[in-house]
């Protein structure tokens, strides 16, 4: 029963496009998440593989600290969402003296790993 957070923010991919890829894994187990982003061709997967691999690991240090077994293969992508971060502000010179705004955004991205004795519990006492 290991629930193991990750966390990445001020990634330079906007919030829109990492949404996208958060979305293929959202339920997934974690291996198996690990394989689809891989293979992904979004920009936006590598830092989401990266962030899931984190919580992989979170989870094997967590499980460590508490003597507990962990086997990889049982945990599962509880929660992943995409937040907006601070967008970077810059400035394009255009015709006749204009200048335009571009909006360079940032992303925080979290990955929830958890077992499914966990969700079964929480489910449980919910009820």
Known sequence: MVESTARV???????QKARRVVNLIRGKQALEALAILKFAPQGASEPVYK???????NARVKA???SEFLDERDL???KAFVDE????KRFRPRAQGRAFR???RTSHITVVL???ELA???KGSSK
């Open 85 to 88: 971060g601070a967008t970077l």
């Open 9 to 15: 923010r001020h990634i330079r991919v906007t919030p």
């Open 120 to 122: 079964e519990a929480e």
């Open 76 to 78: 599962y992508i509880a």
């Open 51 to 57: 962030v899931v691999a984190s919580a992989i690991a």
């Open 64 to 66: 460590d600290k508490d």
């Open 102 to 104: 571009i909006n360079k």
């Open 114 to 116: 958890a077992t499914p």
